[in-house]
């Protein structure tokens, strides 16, 4: 079965600081992952896949299948970050599977 | 502005009394998606539609109905809602199924269950 683990619920930085969102999976097969971010009173969007290896607004994140990791990193955190972050994964059955997220707070 | 709207945004109902959530889409998509988010907790696909394909996951509660009488429109049925069922429901849209294909999310509707 798979597994989806966000360890960090709240997560607070300083602007202008980097920030790591933590993601790790449990999955069988060949994992396609994704982070899926929420606004404050916006609706959930996606916010990078893996397959595309593209850096959105800043952010990027390295599929680490030795260590079934999928962390989402910026270098240097802005105010707009702040937001909820969630880690998800494309099941067997090729549905999104979501991770319980991670509430960004950047300080400014 | 082509987007995923869901009506009503907050939903009261009582316990036991059939509650209709509605969702519909201006996208065209293939793919219609319910999911359920309690408080703290990540979003819990309970069922999809493939045009008119009804896809239900293993574990959503037989309470749980859906229908889709044309592409646009997409209806979450709770027939006996228990507290339990008391969240977030969210609805999505995707050109193809697969989960490959961006999902593209409405506000949601909070669903109180008194």
């Known amino acids: 079965a798979q597994r989806v683990t966000q360890p960090e619920k709240l997560l607070s930085v300083f602007k202008g600081a980097p920030v790591e969102l933590k993601c790790n999976y449990s999955?069988?097969?060949?994992?396609?992952l994704f982070w899926y971010v929420q606004y404050s009173r916006q609706r959930l969007q996606l916010l990078l896949r893996?397959?595309s290896r593209e850096s959105i607004k800043g952010f990027t994140a390295d599929l680490n299948k030795g260590e079934t990791s999928f962390h989402l990193k910026k270098p240097f955190a802005q105010e707009e970050d702040s937001a909820m972050y969630y880690c998800?994964?494309?099941?067997?059955?090729?549905?999104?599977?979501f991770g319980t997220g991670t509430r960004l707070t950047v300080i400014p | 502005d082509a987007m995923v709207i869901q009506n009503p945004r907050y939903q009261v109902t009582q316990f036991g009394k059939p509650v209709t959530l509605s969702c519909s889409q201006t996208l065209n998509h293939n793919v219609m998606y319910w999911y359920q988010q309690k408080s703290s907790q990540a979003p819990k696909l309970l069922f999809h539609?493939?045009?008119?394909?009804?896809?239900n996951e293993a574990d959503t509660p037989d309470n749980f109905q859906s229908r889709r009488p044309n592409t646009s429109f997409c209806f979450l049925d709770i027939r006996s809602p228990g507290l339990g069922d008391a969240a977030m429901y969210l609805c999505?849209?995707?050109?193809?199924?697969?989960?490959?294909?961006?999902?593209?999310f409405g506000p949601g509707t909070r669903l109180t269950v008194l």
């Open positions: 998800a994964l494309i099941s067997g059955a090729n549905n999104l599977f």
């Open positions: 999955y069988s097969g060949s994992p396609e």
């Open positions: 539609y493939y045009d008119k394909d009804f896809n």
């Open positions: 999505a849209t995707s050109r193809d199924p697969g989960g490959l294909d961006t999902q593209y």
């Open positions: 893996h397959i």
